[in-house]
């Protein structure tokens, strides 16, 4: 490890993070999520952003990668090189179906705060660390900063919420999430050493009534 890779986590105690759960509702949900949540046309969007700013070949990665689907699948098809991460076994044996030419690991995020797998030119990160305390969302945006190479690109997308680890029904199981509102969400990534590139959001009516509808918060961000 080097510069500031890990930096992100150091202070954070590791005694703190407590998954309870959380891997297993997803497991659960299995290809219920991507029945529940069709036509993402804004994560779309942000995925395309990340594939076409950057030359094909990059290296990048998709923290807590789900079913692979739509992104992992949309980055692979555009010729980069892509990396899946993801703490539930179920999600990443649909991800491995779905997209066999990328590579799929089962990791807490918190596991890469050491610098592994680094460094990447891009980092895919679409309704991951809103499964974070909000005490942590900021170290995990500063170890992602370091697991990217200058000038790296981040998209990442939240809901926008006023919650912190905030238990909610999801699909038959409980989740807890976190969230910001809009501009709280800018400081935060501001912050952790980001330039904001874009932003937009977005109103959602997920395709299942065990979802509330949500508005999405896309940010388009470079390491600065
Ligand atoms: C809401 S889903 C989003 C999946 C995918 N990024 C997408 O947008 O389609 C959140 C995913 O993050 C994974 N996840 C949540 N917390 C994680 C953690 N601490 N480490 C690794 N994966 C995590 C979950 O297992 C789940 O697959």
Redesign the pocket.
Known sequence: MSGDEGRGYEGYARLGLD?SG??EA?DAIGER??EA?PH?EG?LAAGAWLAETLPPGSRIL??????G???ARQLADAGHEVVG????PG?LDLARGNVPEARFLR????ELRDGRLGPFDGV?????L???PRSEIPHALRMVHGLLRPGGLLAL?MVEADVDDFAIPFLGNTIRVSGYLRDELRQVVCEAGFDVAGESTLAYAPASTDVPPEIQLFFNLRRA
């Open positions: 998954r959380q891997a997803f999520y991507d949540f993402k994560q998709d923290l807590g990668c789900g079913t689907l739509p992104t991460v993801d703490f539930s999600m990791l807490d995020m918190a895919a990160a679409f309704f991951t809103l499964m974070l997308s």
